[in-house]
């Protein structure tokens, strides 16, 4: 298990991002008293996903990569992963049975990741309202 410090540091991002993701439902975390801890394999699928959405930032990735597996590994993706993609993101233009198809999956990634989202946004309501109600109760006990 890993803290949002020891994750930022990792990672090389703010501990704010960190329990943004948290916050969001993108990583998964255990509270922990008032901070988290998260699990490694949470936090690989998390840099999983990240790294295949073009856009991302790669400088961020590859020291990851680096750390993780070491600088043969990044440089293997920096030049078979990274650089073809940003190339074929830049030169080419995909035809409209590919483009429609790809726009077609993520639009549905988009909507599965919402409902998950809204899912886990619903879940965390409920617990706080069980909370209050517990204290409610609480209150009236005194």
Do not use: C
């Not at 993101?89 to 999956?105: L, W």
């Amino acid at each position: 298990m890993l803290t949002t410090k020891q994750i930022s540091e990792l990672l090389r991002v703010s501990e704010e991002t960190v329990r943004r993701w948290i916050r969001t439902g993108e990583l998964h975390a255990e509270q922990d008293g008032k901070g988290y801890l998260v699990d490694e394999l949470a936090l690989k699928r998390l840099v999983d996903e990240k790294s295949q959405i073009p856009g991302t930032a790669m400088n961020k990735i590859l020291p990851i990569i680096n750390d993780m597996f070491g600088p043969e590994a990044a440089k293997f993706a920096k030049s078979n992963l990274f650089d073809p993609l940003r190339q074929s993101m830049d030169q080419a233009v995909p035809n409209q049975e590919t483009n429609s198809e790809s726009i077609a999956e993520e639009l549905a990634q988009l909507k599965r990741k919402k409902r998950r989202l809204e899912l886990e946004h619903e879940l965390k309501l409920l617990e706080i309202e069980e909370k209050i109600a517990r204290l409610e109760q609480r209150m009236k006990q005194i």
